[in-house]
Structures are given as structure tokens and as C-alpha cells.
């Protein structure tokens, strides 16, 4: 079992940035590929970012490539989500993920996090 608690969401103008945590629980994250994903209400869960065990393999959406940059420390059981130049369509709720594989499909992961809210005003 692995828990994991995301913090660092909130309100930012448009083009400013944000960091996004994510702190999991235990003594095997380094055994967990991780991920971002968001949801806006009604809409389908989206994939945003994801990292390999070791972190030397990075995927990203084609919405946010240059934008954001996913990172971990695997000696503080973290995952960062680096948000830069935000944009309002940025704005919905973002939750981190971890599973056996680095996929950009949620069906691939096996826990998650409860979600942090981000709100970009235009």
C-alpha cells in the first residue's frame, strides 16, 4: 500500500507559476513509477506528466511540453509537478499517481492521491 498526499495548489494569475507536491507513504517509492493527471468536473481524467522509478525517463502532455516539468527525490518519497506559464485551461483539480510501470494511461497506475485544486485567473 502506498498513500500519497498532495500539496501546494491555489490561486495564480495567468503566466505565473506553481509547484505541485506530492508525498507518498512507506520505504518502496523508489519501486514506483509516478505520475500527474488532472480532472475538471464532467470531464474525463487527462494525463499531464509522468517519471520513471529512477526519474531519468519523463513523459509529458502535448498540452503542457515546456511548461511543466516533473521531477522526484527519491530519498524524500516525493514527486514534484514545476507549473510554469499557466494558462486559465490549466485550472482543475491535479492528482499524482504511482504504479509499476511509467504509463500515461490512469488505468496503469494503482494508487492515488486525493487531489489538489489549481485555479488560474485569466
Known amino acids: 500500500q502506498v498513500q500519497l498526499v498532495e500539496s501546494g495548489g491555489g490561486l495564480v494569475q495567468a503566466g505565473g507559476s506553481l509547484r505541485l507536491s506530492c508525498a507518498a507513504s512507506?520505504?518502496?517509492?523508489?519501486?514506483?513509477?509516478m505520475g500527474w493527471f488532472r480532472q475538471a468536473p464532467g470531464k474525463e481524467r487527462e494525463f499531464v506528466a509522468a517519471?520513471?522509478?529512477?526519474?531519468?525517463?519523463?513523459y509529458y502532455a502535448d498540452s503542457v511540453k515546456g511548461r511543466f516539468t516533473i521531477s522526484r527525490e527519491n530519498a524524500k518519497n516525493t514527486v514534484y509537478l514545476q507549473m510554469n506559464s499557466l494558462k486559465p485551461e490549466d485550472t482543475t483539480v491535479y492528482s499524482c499517481?504511482?504504479?509499476?510501470?511509467?504509463?500515461?494511461?490512469?488505468?496503469?497506475?494503482?494508487?492515488w492521491g486525493q487531489g489538489a485544486q489549481v485555479t488560474v485567473s485569466s
Open positions: 512507506g520505504r518502496t517509492f523508489s519501486r514506483y513509477a
Open positions: 517519471i520513471s522509478k529512477s526519474g531519468g525517463d519523463t
Open positions: 499517481t504511482a504504479g509499476g510501470v511509467i504509463a500515461t494511461k490512469a488505468t496503469r497506475y494503482d494508487y
